[in-house]
């Protein structure tokens, strides 16, 4: 079975600061990857970065990057230079591709960026 | 980005009401998802099909049931809306096949039953 856990349920960060939110996956799977959605207040789920468990290198998608590390099972998403747009819910999930299943997600955190 | 529609936006309704809420993706995607998610907290998979005439059950149980007759629309229907379901309905898509087969969303549905 897969999991997903997002331990932080809300957090805080200066605008301009960068800040590190946590995820960490449990799966026996070997090949799987790693999703980041951000869903501000009017709802809208928006992807924002991938990860393959077998890709070298970290994700980067602009100010989005995710630290990969496989060994400890985690997939942390930083956001650099904060903006206020940025206060948002941020969901972490994982989906095997060994297998045909749905996505798995964590139950978010809420980051807000204070001026 | 894959183009997903959902309609209504916002639906407030009585109980005892049926109700479908509307799903439907432009990118020929064979799978397709319906979540439940209260405001701020996590999403709860409902309902889910790989391809025309397959459709299973989530993780949550649900009283709404769903029908994938094109490929393109995957409509949720509650047959008798209670105020329990006021929650919102986010529907997704994937293309399926090769990786990452990233998961995109529509804009959601707010269902208040009074």
């Known amino acids: 079975a897969q999991k997903i856990t997002q331990t932080q349920p809300g957090m805080f960060v200066q605008e301009k600061e960068a800040v590190t939110l946590d995820c960490t996956y449990d799966?026996?799977?070997?090949?799987?990857?790693l999703f980041w959605y951000k869903q501000p207040s009017s709802g809208e789920m928006i992807f924002l970065i991938y990860?393959?468990?077998?890709?070298?290198q970290n994700a980067t998608e602009g100010r989005y990057s995710l630290n990969f590390q496989k060994a400890r099972k985690s997939a942390n998403l930083v956001i650099s230079a904060s903006q206020l747009g940025d206060s948002a819910m941020y969901f972490c999930a994982m989906r095997s591709f060994s297998g045909n299943t749905p996505l798995v997600f964590g139950k978010g955190t809420r980051l807000s960026v204070i001026a | 980005e894959a183009d997903i529609y959902q309609t209504p936006r916002y639906l407030v309704i009585g109980t005892g009401k049926k109700i479908t809420l509307e799903c439907s993706q432009t990118?020929?995607?064979?799978?397709m998802y319906w979540y439940q998610q209260d405001p701020g907290m996590e999403l709860h998979l409902i309902h889910y099909s790989y391809g025309v005439n397959s459709t299973e059950k989530g993780d949550l149980s649900s009283e709404s049931t769903v029908s994938r007759i094109r490929t393109e629309h995957f409509p949720l229907t509650l047959e008798s809306a209670r105020p329990s379901h006021t929650s919102q309905y986010l529907c997704a898509s994937t293309e399926g096949g090769r990786s990452p087969d990233t998961q995109y969303f529509g804009p959601g549905t707010r269902l208040t039953v009074l």
């Open positions: 990860q393959g468990s077998y890709d070298q």
């Open positions: 799966t026996s799977d070997p090949s799987y990857g």
């Open positions: 990118m020929g995607h064979d799978k």
